[in-house]
């Protein structure tokens, strides 16, 4: 996967997926060696975990009474996708 980060097609492919969850994102960093890669690592996961974060917030905030008449879009699932970010998906494991 390290390699791949040296093609712009995967880059684009890894841009536009989900991302890595935290386990899988701490196991790339740890495998990276060159400077450039990990930048661009870095910035990848800023990115996804950034747009989460704000899902996140979003959803927070629709579940204050004053808000609930909103109702929810994207982010209505925000939590779940927060969970398998943080520990992985043990289903597709199992």
Known sequence: MIEALRDEVMVD????????????????FQMVKDEQ??????SLAYEKLS????????????NDYHFLPEGFGPEGDSWKRGVVMSVGNQRAKG
Do not use: T, W
């Not at 747009?51 to 629709?62: H, M, Q």
């Open 13 to 28: 492919v890894l841009a536009s997926s989900q991302g890595l969850c935290l386990p899988q994102l701490r196991m790339a």
């Open 37 to 42: 890669d990990y930048q661009k690592l870095l």
């Open 51 to 62: 747009s989460l974060d704000n899902e996140l917030a979003e959803f927070i905030r629709k």
